[in-house]
């Protein structure tokens, strides 16, 4: 059976849809009003309608011969009174018709979801439209289920400030990176192409510099871009800070020689295919001679939550210490990086939401994270 979904701004509009796609012997199952609703509405969005409706499935009529769904007819003029009962009656069908197609979701859901109080099967459908994997919001209801009293339940706001501490519990957070004045210390950032490390290299430079008062140097190995370097180079000369380009072993090891009086020492790599297995080695001896303190791997926030945890597997052969998140302003949810978060890798220690500097890029913090996942 092959339910589709049609939504618009009027029934109209959407019964229209529906003719023109399945045409007039089309079932409509299904129809209710959407405020784009998360978290039992905490946040509330524009009004739209939304139709289900299906060719395979045979709803027997509860209206009269002639109320039934049909392409519509020019109206005779002029037209005749609407029967008294009829709002009545449509209002009996849409009930009916939305108790049927209730019941067939539930039979469709697997028996774990089938078995949700109502309150929990809600929740699980929000988990959804927040694109988090189906595994993971049955295994986060789940626990809901299982540590919260039956009589909180009913209660909204307490079951959803309770999956708020449930997901805050599943980011692990690294910190900051550490800048102690007494030693140098060298943090460098990996990861694929066109994450946005460069530009994050410059944000952690510029904050260190300008707000933390540390003496910082930058040193790129980032030598297969030219528009690269330059964009390094420019950052560095406004923020006024030392900066080397290396592009061998004995290289790095002039470079921090020079650098030695610095607290912290920035390094940009150049950006690998998580496939490329011989690039991530080179580059890991390039950390090994750099003696690296932090590896921080970076990763877009709009990959899809597949590519985000093979990437992070193939990249382990960086030894990264900490993950940093970024591009989260393009993102039209955050569900995809939770099966990142929880697959044991590096934990959090930046988040990036755009392209200013040294503006856009924060601390990562549990809580807000867990917000944010959650449509906040």
Known sequence: ME?????ATTMHE????VRCELGPD??????????NRRLFGLLRGPRHIEVTASVDVHVPSRLHAEDRFRPPRPAPNPAPATPPDAPERVQGQLQHLQAMIEQLCRQQQSPAARDLPEELFR?????IE????????RELIGRIQSETPRRELSEPMLVAARLARVLESEIPIAGPIQAPTDRQRVAALV????????TTIAKLAANFRLKEKRRVGLITVDTYRIAAVEQLRTYADIIDLPMHVVSSPREMREALRRMDDLDLVLMDTAGRSPKDEVRIRELRAFLDEAGADEIHLVLSGVTGSRTLVQTAERFAAAR????????LDEATSLGNILPLLRSGGPPLSYLTNGQNVPDDIETADAARLAGMVLGH
């Open 320 to 327: 990264p210490t900490a993950l940093i998140l970024t591009k």
């Open 130 to 137: 927040c694109d988090i994997d189906e595994d993971v919001a």
């Open 191 to 198: 990861g694929p192409t066109g994450v946005g490390k460069t």
């Open 3 to 7: 339910l589709r979904t049609y939504k």
């Open 14 to 17: 959407a019964l229209s849809l």
């Open 26 to 35: 089309a079932a409509i199952l299904h129809t209710r009003e959407v405020r």
């Open 123 to 127: 929740l699980f459908t929000d988990l």
